[in-house]
């Protein structure tokens, strides 16, 4: 089993800026990916970003430019740094690490985006 602490949600304001943090632990495997989603009240889960062992990334294209995922291997850590948010950019963000045998979630934060 894996383990999955998110951090870093709240409410920020528009044009602010937000960093999500996830800790994995546990069960970890040497090769896996880590990735954000978002779930908005009323919508489907959706991702965000997703980054490789080895630092691809993958992001939502409506994202481009303003999200910019990463990862601390030593630390087992994944970050979303958000940037210019938005009142659209409100949803649960949901962390999740992919591995051989499995796909793992975290409890969810909130990010709330309103003046």
């Known amino acids: 089993q894996v383990q999955l602490v998110e951090s870093g949600g709240g409410l920020v304001q528009p044009g602010g800026s937000l960093r999500l943090s996830c800790a994995a632990s546990?069960?970890?495997?040497?090769?896996?990916?880590m990735a954000w989603y978002r779930q908005a009240p009323g919508k489907q889960r959706e991702l965000v970003a997703s980054i490789t062992n080895d630092g691809n990334t993958n992001y939502a294209d409506s994202l481009k430019g303003r999200f910019t995922i990463s990862r601390d291997n030593a630390r087992t850590t994944a970050y979303l740094q958000m940037n210019s948010l938005k009142p659209e950019d409100t949803a649960v963000y949901y962390c999740?690490?992919?591995?051989?045998?499995?796909?793992?979630w975290g409890q969810g934060t909130q990010v709330t985006v309103s003046s």
């Open positions: 999740a690490y992919s591995r051989l045998g499995g796909t793992f």
């Open positions: 546990g069960r970890i495997f040497s090769i896996y990916t």
